[in-house]
């Protein structure tokens, strides 16, 4: 019997040659993957940069789209559904990573001020890591996620509104869902407290862009790592930005594996194949080094036209090294 084809983004790491025993693999840019080259796949293994809807999908043999990422803002889950496609994410594989960008970029601008107050907008797995890590740097935590408020009750949440005007650093960290386009809009940052610091490590779509640029004078610094159209993200945006970055805030090794390995075992999962359902990344050596996050900001800003490149390429980190 022929093996199964399966689609794998190049970019995802740790991935080469786990899967070969089973599968024929073909290994692609994310961009890359498209409707010929999906046609006779079993399934797919991709990152944010591969829409996978009925444009891609239909008429082909995929059984399963695994992302190895937190979200599925990429994905057609109404479509999948419908055609009987399984969809499988890596919700909170890059949590420890972003927090420790997070905390990275407070130490670098000096605002780890102990007693400051740090307003968290999104409590699932990243926020409340980024929550935990501005406890221990000695601020004030307040926490905003209506969503999640509704399920669990009041206790420990803050309104947004009070939240903004008390908070000395505002961090978003909520998914991108239809309704959270342009969240931080015009009405949020007039909200906001004056000289705050702003950041976003969640995604680009949910900041309306020109709103921000607007409120720029009122604000104090601002950190991006994620952008509108990316990779081709606004220039004035990042001249305005005091710390801006390739959407690599959850790029640690910690996080790859965990998206690596969640991808793996649902493959194993999906078809059947006990060793891919226990699969682990083989342990290795990490590095000590702290994360400079400066020269992320540094490599961005001197060639902005390379953002894909400097994600693609981007090295590892080890999310366990803190300021």
Request: contains cysteine; hydrophobic residues 45%.
């Amino acid at each position: 019997m022929s093996k199964g084809l399966l689609i794998v983004d190049r970019d995802i790491p740790y991935i080469g040659g786990v899967l070969e025993p089973w599968f024929t693999v073909r290994y692609l840019p994310g961009r890359a993957i498209g409707p010929e080259a999906v046609r006779e796949a079993v399934g797919l293994v991709v990152r944010t940069r591969t829409r996978c809807d009925a444009a891609m999908l239909e008429g082909s043999s995929v059984r399963l789209v695994a992302t190895a990422t937190i979200g599925t803002d990429h994905i057609d889950l109404g479509y999948c559904a419908s055609r009987g496609i399984s969809v499988v994410s890596a919700p909170g594989c890059n949590a420890g990573g972003v927090a420790q960008y997070v905390a990275v970029a407070l130490h670098a601008l000096g605002l780890d001020v102990p007693g400051h107050t740090l307003g968290v907008v999104g409590v699932g797995h990243v926020g409340r890591l980024v929550a935990e890590a501005g406890r221990r740097m000695g601020l004030h935590v307040l926490l905003s996620d209506p969503p999640r408020e509704a399920v669990e009750g009041p206790a420990g949440f803050t309104p947004l509104g009070e939240l903004l005007l008390a908070s000395d650093i505002l961090t978003l960290h909520i998914p991108l869902w239809e309704e959270n386009r342009d969240f931080a809009d015009a009405r949020f940052f007039s909200q906001m407290r004056r000289g705050a610091a702003f950041i976003n490590a969640s995604r680009g779509e949910v900041v309306d862009e020109a709103a921000l640029l607007a409120a720029r004078p009122e604000l104090g610094r601002i950190v991006l790592d994620v952008w509108k159209g990316e990779p081709d993200i606004n220039p004035a945006l990042l001249a305005a930005a005091d710390i801006a970055t390739p959407h690599i805030a959850g790029y640690s090794i910690q996080g790859k594996i965990n998206g690596t390995e969640a991808v793996v075992r649902a493959v194993g999962e999906c078809f059947g194949i006990a060793p891919l359902r226990a699969f682990s990344v083989p342990a290795f050596p990490l590095p000590e080094s702290p994360y400079d996050i400066l020269s992320d900001d540094a490599a961005l800003r001197a060639d902005p036209s390379a953002f894909e490149a400097l994600r693609s390429h981007y090295n590892y980190r080890n999310e366990n090294i803190l300021p």
